[in-house]
């Protein structure tokens, strides 16, 4: 393992990393560790521990250790996104998969798997809304961080997040300078949840989709992770579902039993009927 840039013993951050990605699949190797290191170590002192052998101890250790786990995570997580980010997939998925169900009767429904701050399935909930499609299907959204929910469910986003609207979407998000408001009934159509990808029972208790977005998380896995997590995702696909990954994300060196094919130029991962 190379030594990074920083004072933090090699040893001890190693078994620092090892608890995150235990709890939440987060991987750090190379240069992220580097990132890793100080982020844990900036943490450990902003909640009064002198050494980060000390913090490891406690998140091993004590009763509480599980919350500053969960904290810490919430700490090293990159929530970028925005609305519209790569928004082909997410056109092909109403046209071929959500518009078919719900014009034949049925309800759709779609899980967010990695949400952010909520931008992917409220741009979603905008082109269902379009479509006059929304009323037709469930839209579950989830992350690992409460305090990335917690933004979505607030409604507000700032310029980042901004960068991508289409000129017509006063319809929906009242920009002022720097920060725009989504329309609370777009907020309210969809069901936030924290869930953590790696927990496979929460996510079982989520029930079955027919879409799920699990989109540029995968990246921060490992190699065996992203195997793990993806049999769970299958497993959380109705027959016929899709799931969908990022535009820079494939699946196919993992050998998934998803089958991989190509609509409208985007790719889709999809559970056949048996
Ligand atoms: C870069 S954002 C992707 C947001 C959105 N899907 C997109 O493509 O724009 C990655 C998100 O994955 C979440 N995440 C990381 N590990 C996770 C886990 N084990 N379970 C659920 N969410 C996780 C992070 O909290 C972060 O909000």
């Known amino acids: 393992m190379a030594l990074p840039d920083t004072s933090v013993p090699i040893e001890v951050l190693a078994l620092v990393a090892r608890l995150v990605e235990e709890r939440a699949g987060l991987h750090y190797a190379g240069e992220n560790l580097t990132i890793f290191a100080e982020k844990a170590a900036s943490r450990a002192e902003e909640v ?33 996104t925005y609305f519209f980010r790569e928004e082909a997939p997410l056109r092909v998925a109403v046209r071929d998969i959500i518009a078919p169900i719900v014009r034949g009767g049925g ?32 839209i579950v959204a989830s992350d690992v961080s409460g305090r990335a929910l917690a933004r979505a469910q607030g409604g507000v986003f700032w310029r980042r ?36 990808l790696v927990d496979a029972p ?35 696909l109705r027959p016929g579902g899709r799931l969908v990954v990022g535009v820079s994300e494939s699946l196919l060196r993992f050998g998934t039993l998803l089958r991989c094919e190509e609509r409208g130029g985007s790719f889709f991962y999809a559970k056949d009927a048996p």
């Open 107 to 138: 309800r759709a429904r779609v899980w967010c798997a990695a949400c952010a701050t909520g931008e992917e399935p409220l741009t979603l909930a905008v082109m269902l809304a379009d479509e006059k499609l929304l009323d037709g299907v469930e």
């Open 161 to 196: 997040s901004l960068r991508a609207l289409p000129l017509d979407a006063a319809r929906w998000i009242t920009v002022e300078g720097d920060r725009g408001a989504v329309r609370p009934d777009l907020v309210a159509s969809v069901r936030w949840a924290q869930v953590n």
């Open 48 to 80: 009064g521990f002198a050494s980060l052998l000390d913090y490891y101890y406690f998140l091993r250790y004590d009763p509480d250790g599980g919350a500053e786990l969960d904290a810490l995570v919430n700490a090293l997580v990159v929530h970028e």
């Open 202 to 236: 929460s996510v079982a208790a989520l029930g079955a989709f027919d879409v799920i977005l699990c989109r540029n998380v995968l990246i921060y896995f490992s190699d065996a992770t992203v195997r793990s997590v993806v049999a769970t995702l299958a497993g959380a």
